[in-house]
Every structure is written in C-alpha cells, then in structure tokens.
C-alpha cells in the first residue's frame, strides 16, 4: 500500500463517532452504512491499536442495538462477545475504552439477565466516566442503563 492511500487514523476515528451516534439514536440502517464504510477504511488506516480496538467495541455494540431491534441475532451477539473478550485479554484497556467495554459489558449482561454482572461492569464503567469529556448525554445514558439494573433488581 503506497503512502498515498494510507487513510489517517483520526478521520477513521471521526467516522467512528458518527456510526456511534447512529447506533445510540436506532438509525439501523444508517448506522449499517456507516459501518460498512468504516469497514473499507479501516484496511487502509494507519495502524493505531486504540482505534481498532474502538472499532471492536463498536462492533459490539452495534450488534447489541441490532439484538434489540430484531431478537433473533443472538448467534452473532455471541460471537462478538467472545471477539471482545479476547481484545480485552490481551490488551490494557484505560479512558475512554476501559469505559465503554464496561458500559457495552454491562448492557450484555442486562440483555442476558445476569443483573449482578451488568451492575458491576457498570461500576467499573463509572470509575472511568470521566474520560467521556462534556458529552452530558453520555452520562446521562449510562446513568440512565445503571438506575434500569437497580430497578429490575428492586
């Protein structure tokens, strides 16, 4: 691959946060394109470890959104469960993506009906809240995730 065509990570990055917020506001079909499109990029990026580990978590977490819209996905969630697992055994996660695989964690889990272990990820997500700067909507999501473990478990 010549220098040319080698994409910044940054801009790759950037399109990421876009396909996030499509899957945080269940624009599927958006968010579809917007994953295709950072699929093609992310094979002429530059090599930045964080951000392929970004795309793992999102990865995720599309396949959580899509589990919601349409239950039958559970095969596929599975698969990235354990994709994700493995991305986190083998690196040290800290910020901004310690707190979002504890936050996707914790939404698993709820799915899964496992509240004990949705309500610890969430915690641990909280330790690490703060590396998600001004973004109050952020917050209030994950606050929001956290009451919804506390009120199922009354």
């Known amino acids: 691959m010549s220098?040319?065509?080698?994409?910044?990570?940054?801009?790759?990055?950037t399109k990421m946060n876009y396909w996030y917020n499509?899957?945080?506001?269940?624009r599927n079909t958006a968010a579809e394109e917007a994953k295709a499109e950072v699929e093609q990029e992310i094979k002429m990026m530059e090599e930045n470890q964080d951000v392929?580990?970004?795309f793992s978590l999102l990865e995720f977490r599309h396949q959580l959104?899509?589990?919601?819209?349409?239950?039958?996905?559970?095969?596929?969630?599975?698969?990235?469960?354990?994709?994700?697992k493995e991305t986190r055994g083998t690196r040290d996660l800290n910020g901004m993506l310690e707190y979002y695989y504890y936050?996707?964690?914790?939404?698993?889990?709820f799915r899964q009906k496992e509240l004990v272990f949705s309500?610890?990820?969430?915690?641990?997500?909280?330790?690490?809240?703060?590396?998600?700067e001004g973004?109050?909507?952020?917050?209030?999501?994950?606050y929001f995730k956290m009451a919804e473990v506390y009120y199922h478990m009354k």
């Open 65 to 84: 959104m899509l589990e919601e819209l349409y239950p039958n996905t559970g095969a596929k969630i599975e698969k990235q469960y354990k994709k994700l």
């Open 52 to 54: 392929l580990v970004y």
């Open 119 to 132: 309500l610890n990820c969430y915690r641990k997500a909280e330790l690490e809240i703060e590396a998600i």
């Open 103 to 109: 936050f996707f964690m914790g939404m698993y889990y």
């Open 22 to 26: 499509c899957i945080k506001n269940n």
């Open 135 to 142: 973004d109050s909507t952020e917050k209030a999501e994950f």
């Open 3 to 13: 220098a040319e065509s080698v994409i910044p990570y940054d801009l790759v990055a």
